[in-house]
């Protein structure tokens, strides 16, 4: 079992920045590939960045690359989303993930947390 646990949400202006955090249980946390994913008003969760275990290879969702940085401390136990320039696009509740399988898929992960809910105004 894993408990996940984001914060760091709230309401931004466009252009600004939001550090998200992803706490986690367990004892294997390092074990685990990371993900962000989120789900915009009146839509289907998209994928939005993805480490693995080790924090060696990254990956990011088009609209967000370039702009948004995943990372990890495993000695923590806590995965991090910073944010910056952010677009009132980017509006959404923000959900972490942990998988066993490295991978930008929705469906690979199986752990999620609550979600934390970012507004960027214009």
């Known amino acids: 079992q894993v408990q996940l646990v984001e914060s760091g949400g709230g309401l931004v202006q466009a252009g600004g920045s939001l550090r998200l955090s992803c706490a986690a249980s367990g004892r294997s946390f390092s074990s685990y590939a990371m993900g962000w994913f989120r789900r915009a008003p009146g839509k289907e969760r998209d994928f939005v960045a993805a480490i693995s275990g080790a924090g060696g290879t990254t990956d990011y969702a088009n609209s967000v690359k370039g702009r948004f940085t995943i990372s990890r401390d495993n000695a923590k136990n806590t995965v991090y989303l910073q944010m910056s320039s952010l677009k009132p696009e980017d509006t959404a509740v923000y959900y972490c993930?942990?998988?066993?399988?490295?991978?930008?898929?929705?469906?690979?992960?199986?752990?999620w947390g609550q979600g934390t809910q970012v507004t960027v105004s214009s």
């Open positions: 993930a942990a998988g066993r399988i490295y991978s930008t898929l929705v469906a690979q992960y199986g752990y």
